[in-house]
Nanobody, 116 residues
Framework: QVQLVESGGGLMQPGGSLRLSCAAS????????MGWYRQAPGKQRELVAG???????NYADSVKGRFTISRDNAKNTLYLQMNSLKPEDTAVYYC??????????WGQGTQVTVSS
């Protein structure tokens, strides 16, 4: 089974950028549909962006035009480029690997805080 480790979170001012990484081990990411989710305090976890095995992407309306999900199969890593950050983007961000709708694997999460 794949193991996932997120990194790249931190404190950023509004309008800034961050790039999150999700490094995989144990299995190759190319066989998984992948997604970035986030959970803010007191709120449910929500989908931010997803990418299929074939490379098709989808985004939450709140991040369209600002965030970009991508995968580098050679590096076995998933990315989330986040631009024009807003305070409401503050959350713990998680990556998820989904294998053919059979099972999901989550990373441990990385904190993103957007504040001046």
């Amino acid at each position: 089974q794949v193991q996932l480790v997120e990194s790249g979170g931190g404190l950023m001012q509004p309008g800034g950028s961050l790039r999150l990484s999700c490094a995989a081990s144990g299995r190759h990411l190319s066989i998984y549909a992948m997604g970035w989710y986030r959970q803010a305090p007191g709120k449910q976890r929500e989908l931010v962006a997803g990418i299929t095995v074939g490379g098709s992407t989808n985004y939450a309306d709140s991040v369209k035009g600002r965030f970009t999900i991508s995968r580098d199969n050679a590096k076995n890593t998933l990315y989330l480029q986040m631009n024009s950050l807003k305070p409401e983007d503050t959350a713990v961000y998680y990556c998820k690997a989904s294998y053919r709708g059979i099972y999901d694997t989550w990373g441990q999460g990385t904190q993103v805080t957007v504040s001046s």
